[in-house]
């Protein structure tokens, strides 16, 4: 058999909390056209503004969520890398989209240890073009320039959203701290994106955000459709976590300028429940599968105060999959089922 191995890719963090690291971070995120779609708003507004008065309030931000040993979403993601490292029989590289370790500088490592087939594992159980996507167009954009093609066999894992295995480890992840009882509801906050992107995205044009209900009825563009995903994993681990309807509920948090984005808002969300007289929940971000800046800082932080101070009392985050077994589980089942597949093409 050819020499195999599996790369882990996750969203990528600055290299450290200092503003010009941060700075540096933001602008390849943002500068991406998969990120930011709007040209003008990518080329202009994101160096002329936004690079000169976000980068000092998000290092104070990811200043509040980093630990010793450095990026909260990097820390995890190497116990990720590690863990399933010791499970399987291939090495295991870890890279992230953006900053360090890139993509690139990861595949050149891949190559020099003359590893010939590789399974890629964007970290992302829903398609988005902001997060799956552009992780997989990467990958290709980065072998191309590195004349390394004809080398190397890559495939992808698909996104999980739908795989009973994924919808199970969550449900177990999330199990012990819904039994806790002692809350009012389950908040289901995903990140969000623009609506444009979910139009966009639809192959039709005409089921998206257009047909009543569109996330509830059957249609091709599904596959690709963030929205339906997101509502499909509430669902799905409600049900698993016996949940009644009337106890949970989907927002999209992290929104950024004024085109319109994906609603209900979750800080919205938080401040109406509240005001409503709803005092005690707890909140699940499933988009994610490791704890970063948008789960710790935005919602464990922002988020707890924000619901606090319109009158809520108790706010507890359920942690991302992070290290738990279900998930490492969950990840080497898919390894092995690839090199399983791949042996199967080999021997016929």
């Known amino acids: 058999m050819p020499k195999q191995a599996a790369l882990l890719i996750n969203l990528g963090s600055p290299d450290s909390t200092d503003p010009a690291d941060v700075r540096r971070y933001l602008a390849e995120f943002l500068g991406d056209e ?3 779609d709007v ?41 990720q890398q590690k863990l399933l490292s010791e499970r399987v029989d291939i090495p295991v590289y870890l890279a992230m989209r953006y900053a360090n370790p890139s993509i690139k500088s990861v595949l050149e490592k891949i190559v020099a240890d003359g590893i010939e087939e590789l399974f890629v594992m964007p970290l992302y159980p829903h398609y988005a073009m902001s997060s799956y996507e552009t992780v997989v167009v990467k990958v290709e954009e980065d072998l191309k320039a590195l004349g390394l093609q004809e080398r190397l066999y890559v495939e992808h894992l698909q996104p999980f959203y739908k795989d009973p295995q994924y ?20 908040l289901f906050s995903f990140h969000g994106v623009p609506e444009r992107q979910i139009r966009n995205t639809d192959p039709s044009h005409a089921h998206c955000l257009v047909t009543p209900d569109c996330c509830k009825r059957p249609n091709p563009a ?3 459709c963030y929205r339906h995903q997101c ?7 409600a049900k698993r976590l016996g949940l009644k309807p009337d106890q949970f509920f989907m927002s999209f948090q992290s929104r950024l300028g004024s085109d319109p984005w994906l609603r209900p808002f979750t800080d919205q969300t938080l401040r109406e429940w509240a005001e409503s007289g709803v005092k005690k929940i707890k909140v699940m971000c499933p988009a994610f599968v490791t704890d970063c800046l948008e789960t710790l800082e935005e919602i464990a932080g922002e988020g707890a105060e924000e619901f606090k101070h319109a009158g809520g009392e108790a706010f507890e985050l359920i942690p991302c999959l992070n290290d738990h077994p279900a998930w490492i589980q969950y990840m080497f089942d898919r390894v092995k089922q690839w090199q399983a597949g791949r042996e199967q093409t080999v021997e016929a």
């Not at 919808?167 to 389950?186: H, N, Q, V």
């Open 34 to 36: 998969r990120v930011i």
């Open 231 to 237: 509502y499909y994993t509430m669902m799905e681990v």
């Open 222 to 224: 599904h596959h690709v």
């Open 167 to 186: 919808l199970d480890a969550l449900a177990e992840s999330a199990r012990p701290y819904i039994e806790k009882g002692d809350w009012d509801r389950i």
């Open 39 to 79: 040209p003008f708003v990518r080329k202009v507004v994101v160096p002329g503004i936004i690079l000169n008065t976000r980068p000092k309030k998000s290092a104070e931000a990811y200043a509040q969520v980093w630990t010793d040993e450095g990026s909260p979403l990097i820390v995890v993601s190497e116990k």
